[in-house]
């Protein structure tokens, strides 16, 4: 009862926040370009269905995993069996083509909405007896939140295999173009799916971030006929503008305790990176006299920034304490992030983007598009998205932090996708 009731309490959270202006229309959608053929084989049985169901949640599970890059779900076609509960498992049968997991479970009417109920079977018996249950759970959604439903299933199998907390109940922001006088600012689900406007212009959007609750963005417009940082809250929809220096004001990043924004302007003719309150106040200047200085990016712990310079002659990543000063070379060429575990550096270096291990100091490339920018880190660090050209078309790119599972966003509706930005986790668990 207190399990049900906590998961509840969490989608009733993510109702508020997010459905009064949600549409279930699909923005953008994940085409998968390099699978993983080391990821660890899962099987997700189709759930059962007593009655009418809105989507198929076992395929939304199945594609979370697989978009994780550390499972590999079994092709439906595949399937031996497709049994609805721990107690229809023959183990034997799934470990016998080399599948140690599986997922079932079952979706029935529920007071106006949907019962969603399932259970992760280890059919090896590494948890002490082939045909375990090791992780269950039952919970009511409306149908509307069906797809929110299924993302709980997923959050809980993945943080039960790989002790790494789930992400797919996050969001993304990111702004579509669509000819020379159309932008809007938009958020949907992690997969393109529930989006909706946040706000529409006739002139640029651009650089959406997340606060850390998840109940703002801050972005940089030009709706006044000059760039501005404005702080737009998602509930109550009501916008403040908080960085209007004298000539370009861009890059917003908030601080983790969400108190502050850090963003570029060039007011005294070079850029340079400014702080400021959330709610405005005179910003201080933390960088002068050092060529451009822009894209700041606040460590987890708030007590350095990560930006990019220009001061060496070329554009790349420096860090400096949260004060000012102090700035070392961290290489790469811009748009530096540091992982919420303080672990990897995801960066641009060239056109293409690079982790590095902060604890071996060892870099790797992990995209292999074209004209690769603005990199975005998922909260549990496994994912990064980021905005790419194809063709005429700029398209937002999915990848896994190792590099080894990569996939496209392209957009359905037309226009250019760009300036992603990953939520921060929008559930307390």
Do not use: C
């Amino acid at each position: 009862m207190k399990f049900f009731s906590r998961l509840t309490s969490v989608i009733t959270v993510l109702g508020v926040l997010f459905t009064t202006t949600a549409q279930a229309d699909e923005d953008v959608r994940i085409s998968i370009d390099q699978g993983v053929s080391v990821a660890q084989p899962i099987a997700v049985v189709p759930f059962k269905a007593n009655g009418g169901v809105p989507a198929d949640v076992a395929q939304i599970v199945a594609d979370d995993l697989r978009n994780s890059g550390k499972f590999t779900p079994l092709e439906r076609s595949r399937l031996p069996a497709q049994p609805a509960s721990a107690g229809e498992v023959n183990a034997e049968q799934w470990t016998n083509i080399g599948i140690d997991n599986i997922v079932v479970g079952q979706v029935s009417p529920a007071g106006g909405g949907y019962n969603i109920a399932y259970q992760l079977i280890d059919t090896l018996g590494t948890s002490g007896s082939a045909g375990n249950v090791i992780a269950q759970g039952s919970f009511n959604v409306s149908g509307a939140q069906i797809r929110l439903g299924a993302h709980t299933v997923s959050d809980q199998v993945f943080e039960k295999l790989t002790q790494i907390r789930g992400a797919f109940r996050t969001k993304i922001a990111y702004v579509v173009q669509r000819g020379v006088s159309s932008y809007e600012l938009r958020v949907s689900d992690y997969d393109g799916f529930n989006a909706f406007t946040v706000v529409s212009s006739k002139e640029p959007l651009m650089s959406p971030e997340w606060a850390p609750d998840g109940g703002k963005l801050a972005y940089v417009t030009f709706e006044n006929k000059k760039s501005q940082v404005v702080v737009h809250d998602l509930r109550s929809s009501a916008r403040k503008v908080i960085g209007a220096l004298k000539g370009h004001n861009g890059a917003p990043s908030f601080s983790p305790d969400g108190s502050r924004v850090a963003f570029a302007s060039n007011q005294d003719g070079l850029l340079n990176i400014y702080v400021t309150g959330v709610n405005g106040g005179t910003p201080r200047q933390l960088t002068s006299n050092a060529g451009n200085n822009t894209e700041p990016s606040w460590s987890p712990d708030g007590g350095s920034i990560l930006f990019t310079s220009d001061r060496g002659g070329s554009p790349q990543v420096y860090r400096m304490s949260a004060s000012g000063g102090g700035a070392s070379n961290l290489g790469g060429s811009g748009s530096g992030k540091i992982s919420a575990d303080g672990k990897s550096l995801i960066m641009v270096s060239g056109d293409k983007i690079v982790r590095r291990d902060l604890v071996s100091g060892s870099t790797e490339t992990i995209s292999s598009t074209f004209l690769d920018e603005s990199p975005s880190i998922s909260p549990n660090g496994t994912m990064v998205i980021y905005s790419s050209t194809k063709g005429v078309s700029k398209v937002l790119q999915l990848v896994s932090a190792d590099g080894r599972f990569k996939a496209t966003l392209p957009g359905t509706g037309g226009g250019q996708y760009k300036f992603p930005a990953w939520s921060p986790y929008l559930t307390k668990q």
